[in-house]
T-cell receptor
Framework: QKEVEQNSGPLSVPEGAIASLNCTYSDRVSQSFFWYRQYSGKSPELIMS????GDKEDGRFTAQLNKASQYVSLLIRDSQPSDSATYLC????????????FGTGTRLLVSP | GAGVSQSPSNKVTEKGKDVELRCDPISGHTALYWYRQSLGQGLEFLIYFQGNSAPDKSGLPSDRFSAERTGGSVSTLTIQRTQQEDSAVYLCASSLEGVSPLHFGNGTRLTVT
């Protein structure tokens, strides 16, 4: 079992819809969780971080964490074509330092 | 510059040659990381430097790979006797000490022919 698993997609949604991206992780003691967005040919950029159970909202983005189920998700409301990218889930399984383990990413396509 | 700088942006080399990849982190960032991303794959952790502590080399795939960080700033990743499977994008990232976001450079695309 991979440490961080994501559906590779592509996930296709129409403009204005809600995109839901999911991620599961295997290390139960993981404490920090991150979502990175990566445009084709570009480097990843951080869009959300979450550390405790529940929801965290930032603009059109909401991260959801359920440690009991070892599940973290990212919701994108009012999806725009510019949101089309690969979304990488990253987990820090070690509280000592930020050695992130990344999933393979979910490709999101938002059609106009 | 304001961001993490990597050079070269692209490198094509023949199998068996050695290559050096350079990373200049954000000023003031004490932590520096190297990751590798192959086509269709996630980011693979290679090595981590934090201040003056011994680096975490647990992700280096073989003894052909080595990295150093001089003066707590610039880092060089060296791959000796390159193989075709080394072809990937090599990403460097830096962060402030502690739990803080990683800032990635634009990467070096390495192609081994």
């Amino acid at each position: 079992q991979k440490e961080v698993e994501q559906n590779s997609g592509p996930l296709s949604v129409p403009e204005g819809a809600i995109a839901s991206l999911n991620c599961t992780y295997s290390d139960r003691v993981s404490q920090s969780f991150f979502w990175y967005r990566q445009y084709s040919g570009k480097s990843p950029e951080l869009i959300m971080s979450i550390y405790s159970n529940g929801d965290k909202e930032d603009g059109r983005f909401t991260a959801q964490l359920n440690k009991a189920s070892q599940y973290v998700s990212l919701l994108i409301r009012d999806s725009q074509p510019s949101d089309s990218a690969t979304y990488l889930c990253a987990v820090n399984p070690n509280t000592g330092f930020q050695k992130l383990v990344f999933g393979t990413g979910t490709r999101l396509l938002v059609s106009p | 510059g304001a961001g993490v700088s990597q050079s070269p942006s692209n490198k094509v080399t023949e199998k068996g040659k050695d290559v050096e990849l350079r990373c200049d982190p954000i000023s003031g960032h004490t932590a520096l990381y190297w990751y590798r991303q192959s086509l269709g794959q996630g980011l693979e952790f290679l090595i981590y430097f934090q201040g003056n502590s011994a680096p975490d080399k647990s992700g280096l795939p073989s003894d052909r790979f080595s990295a150093e960080r001089t003066g707590g700033s610039v880092s060089t990743l060296t791959i000796q006797r390159t193989q075709q499977e080394d072809s990937a994008v090599y990403l460097c990232a830096s962060s402030l000490e502690g739990v803080s976001p990683l800032h990635f450079g634009n990467g070096t695309r390495l192609t081994v022919t």
